[in-house]
């Protein structure tokens, strides 16, 4: 059987949040699956902002920019059409790595292909509170920061995907959580909704005098963003505190990535382990994190709320939503 894909092809290397400029929407025939290889036609994608990073040049980062001319890459979540692959069939469904398409052609080991638990109220919840971003947040906050109960947690972009539920997984553990976001509305859902102890809007508020006013300082910074937070936190850290680089968003659409913080000696002063946090390190591991998050959303104590656009057509305005901060919750495109 032959597919028409529709994808969004990459032609050029965006300048800054110019996207339409430099992504256009094609359609191709997909190939039969090769042993091991499925098709998939997905349902949702998933907007992330590291892929903003493969848009550019860099050779230097964690993975090699996307060529010009390819199919541009993200998750989705979808149905399988075709397999060719052991342990699939026509009908599951599934999330994996494929291309911001309405089918994908991939392979099932190295897409990360796997079927999704159907107890679960809402399957778009397998991207973000079960899926990466739940994962992301577990893994940086458990197995490289150490969080301990009755810590003092600090967490930027924490009204977005990863950062919410981070918030929420340190307010369960018995942490007192302090959320950095970019609006008014932004901090009153951290506090209202999510039921952190403070929220800080770095749009309006000087984040480093807010962030000296903590008593005892802050013992794990788990940070989204980079830039002039992360010069705010580092005065503000506790001794022998714990900064956990999940992610350095300020600096995406840059060819050169950020430079390094202007308190770089408070590393010293305060002796503190600054460590990143990658979740594709820790995937073998991914059968471990579901449960506990599971457990708490069974439980009512994890959720993620979704920014949803609708239609393949619009990716590109979910993404610059998701680039530029619009967003509250996860940024996904819902394309059934
Ligand atoms: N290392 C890993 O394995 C891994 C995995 C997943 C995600 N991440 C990282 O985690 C971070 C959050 O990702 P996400 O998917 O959860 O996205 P998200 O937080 O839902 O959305 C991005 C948020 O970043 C905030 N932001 C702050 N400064 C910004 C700036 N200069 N430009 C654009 N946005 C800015 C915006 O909110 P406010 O302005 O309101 O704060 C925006 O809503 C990203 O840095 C991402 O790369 C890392």
Redesign the pocket.
């Known amino acids: 059987m032959s597919v028409q894909a529709r994808y969004w092809r990459l032609n050029a290397r965006p300048e800054g949040h110019d996207y339409a400029g430099a992504l256009s929407l094609e359609t191709r025939a997909l190939g039969a699956p090769k042993p091991g290889e499925v098709i998939v036609k997905a349902e949702y994608l998933s907007m ?3 892929v903003r990073v493969w848009m550019t040049a860099r050779e230097d980062s964690y993975s090699p920019p996307i060529p010009l001319g390819a199919p541009m890459q993200g998750q989705f979540i979808g149905t399988v059409v075709e397999s060719a692959a052991d342990g699939f069939a026509a009908g599951d469904t599934v999330r994996g790595f494929g291309q911001w398409a309405d089918h994908s052609l991939v392979d099932a080991t190295m897409s990360g292909l796997s079927k999704l638990d159907p107890d679960v109220r809402d399957v778009r919840d397998h991207f973000g509170a079960l899926g ?2 739940g994962w ?1 947040a577990l893994c940086g906050l458990r197995d490289v920061l150490n969080l301990q109960g009755g810590e003092t947690v600090l967490v ?8 919410s539920v981070a918030c929420q997984i340190a307010r369960n553990m018995g942490c007192t959580v302090i959320g ?4 008014d509305a ?1 901090c009153a859902y951290l506090t209202g909704t999510l039921g952190i102890a403070r929220a800080i809007n ?1 749009k309006r508020e000087d984040v480093a005098a807010a962030l000296a006013r903590i008593e005892g300082g802050i013992n794990v910074y788990f940070e ?2 980079g ?1 002039a937070l992360l010069d705010a936190a580092l005065p503000n850290m506790a001794m022998y505190g714990r900064i956990g680089i ?5 600096g ?1 659409t840059s060819d050169s990535g950020l430079p390094g913080p202007a308190r770089f000696d408070q590393i010293l002063m305060k002796r503190l382990t600054v460590s990143g ?4 390190d820790f995937m073998m591991k991914g059968i471990d994190y579901y449960p506990p998050l599971k457990q708490w959303y069974d439980a009512g104590k994890l959720r993620l709320d979704f920014d949803e656009t609708r239609g393949l057509e619009n990716v590109l305005v979910a993404f610059t939503r ?6 509250t ?3 996904i495109v819902d394309i059934r």
């Open positions: 992330d902002p590291g990466l971003n992301t930027s972009a924490a009204a977005g995907a990863t950062g950095i976001a970019g609006s932004k770095y989204n963003v830039g999940c992610g350095l968003i300020e995406y946090i990658f979740l594709p998701l680039m530029t901060g619009q967003n919750g996860k940024v």
